[in-house]
């Protein structure tokens, strides 16, 4: 009856979710594909890093990716909670990654913006990822990955039986490791 009855804007905002929800599932695969091929550090750090503990997970793993791939690491991937830490660490008060001033710009990172810079590196926030554990923290050669996917499909059908209408939402994609080792991930304790 909302399908017949109603505007269009019904129909619209169900579109919405269930992009919203394939979106979501899609990043979810990407995420873990990425996490369970990358190379784990070898220090271990016990809770959320400080600054120089995220330094030295930043420096280990261009390091790594570099000797891994003979190519530079690009960007970092963390966490909401490693994103929330990020925005906190300061020196002697003065915020490191949210700074203005360039005596103390370690990079920009913002609670407005899932985007910024770390240490020199991209900083992406995925909503898919939380907390403090492994791999909360990766850091990555982008051109390591690829991911390939077809347009994704909507299928409706009538039950005239019931008089229900099924809408279903779905595509196909895969992720491609073009390189190994392209990604090193934190350790937690």
């Known amino acids: 009856e909302l399908l017949d009855r109603t505007s269009p804007a019904f129909y619209e905002e169900l579109l919405r979710t269930l992009s919203g929800a394939y979106a979501k599932a899609t990043n979810a695969a990407v995420n873990n594909a990425i996490i369970a091929g990358a190379t784990l550090d070898s220090t271990t750090v016990a809770t959320y890093p400080t600054a120089s503990e995220l330094l030295g997970i930043v420096s280990r793993g261009a390091a790594s990716v570099y000797g891994n791939t003979q190519q530079f690491?690009?960007?970092?991937?963390?966490?909401?909670?490693?994103?929330?830490?990020?925005?906190?660490?300061?020196?002697?008060g003065r915020p490191?990654?949210?700074?203005?001033?360039?005596?103390?710009?370690?990079?920009?990172?913002?609670?407005?913006?899932?985007?910024?810079?770390?240490?020199?590196?991209?900083l992406y926030v995925d909503y898919n990822n939380g907390g403090d554990g492994d791999g909360t923290i990766l850091?990555?050669?982008?051109?390591?990955?690829?991911?390939?996917?077809?347009?994704?499909?909507?299928?409706r059908s009538n039950l005239i039986s019931t008089g229900q209408?099924?809408?279903?939402?779905?595509?196909?994609?895969s992720i491609v490791t073009k390189i190994a080792a392209g990604a090193f991930k934190n350790n937690k304790a």
Do not use: K
Request: net charge negative; glycine share 10%; proline share 4%.
């Open 165 to 173: 209408v099924s809408i279903m939402m779905y595509g196909y994609g």
């Open 96 to 122: 490191i990654y949210n700074a203005s001033q360039p005596q103390n710009a370690g990079g920009v990172v913002t609670p407005s913006s899932l985007r910024g810079n770390v240490a020199g590196l991209d």
């Open 73 to 92: 690491a690009s960007s970092m991937i963390v966490s909401s909670g490693q994103w929330s830490n990020i925005m906190t660490l300061n020196d002697n």
């Open 139 to 155: 850091i990555v050669n982008r051109d390591a990955y690829q991911w390939f996917e077809s347009p994704s499909f909507q299928l």
